[in-house]
């Protein structure tokens, strides 16, 4: 019997969502679906977007690309779909590249052939006890998964105000024998980032590459 993938991410849904957000879920979201693209044109993945403000911010810095963000929390999914779309719940201009995989991004990496210069994972959540440490998602071998969808030049970012996660990640890196820094940048600003359950003083980045 084929072993069954332990589960990364917490609940699926939250509280109760609006008419209008549910109806986004039902009739923009399976519009986003991101295309199996051949691998041609390098896109950018944010995994895990939250509510979708550093994928928008993504989205409009970069027009000609395509931006893909997966998470399977649907009440982010919801608050990104209510805003990238207007008053007739058209999709804004700025936000027409957005393509939107609702669920686990593994299962997503293990379907599509793209290719991506820029991979983004803001503020994974860091499972603080020892028994749930198993569920973090930046294992080594997932980095490497990860590494393996990197156009040449690509490069894997990941940010955390959680420093026991971040150095447990570093460490995790370093089994995979791919090349990494620490990533001196301004904090990138999302709800997550505010609410700093860690307490500390600023984000950790690390910029990871082939």
Excluded: C
Excluded at 124 to 129: G, L
Excluded at 145 to 169: A, C, M, P, Q, V
Excluded at 178 to 187: P, Q
Aim: aromatic letters at 10%; charged letters at 30%; glycine letters at 6%.
């Amino acid at each position: 019997m084929e072993k069954q993938e332990i589960r990364t991410f917490g609940r699926r849904h939250g509280k109760k969502l609006s008419a209008r957000q549910q109806w986004l879920l039902d009739n923009i979201l399976p519009t986003l679906f991101p295309k199996n693209e051949s691998g041609n044109k390098p896109d950018i993945l944010e995994i895990g977007f939250g509510a979708g403000e550093h994928l928008r911010e993504l989205a409009e810095n970069n027009p000609g690309k395509t931006v893909i963000g997966a998470e399977p929390f649907m009440n982010g999914v919801a608050s990104l779909l209510s805003a990238i779309t207007d008053e007739t719940d058209s999709i804004r201009p700025e936000y027409k590249n957005i393509r939107i995989f609702a669920d686990d991004v593994r299962d997503f990496l293990r379907e599509t052939n793209s290719k991506f210069e820029q991979i983004w994972i803001l503020h994974p959540d860091p499972w603080p006890k020892a028994k749930h440490e198993k569920r973090r998602l930046l294992h080594a071998e997932f980095i490497k998964t990860l590494s393996d969808h990197l156009t040449k030049n690509g490069k894997i970012i990941i940010g955390t105000d959680h420093w026991e996660y971040f150095d447990w990640i570093t460490q995790e890196v370093k089994k995979t024998g791919l090349n990494y820094k620490i990533h001196n940048i301004e904090t990138i600003n999302t709800r997550y980032q505010k609410k700093n359950k860690a307490g500390t003083e600023a984000p950790k980045y690390l910029l990871i590459y082939n």
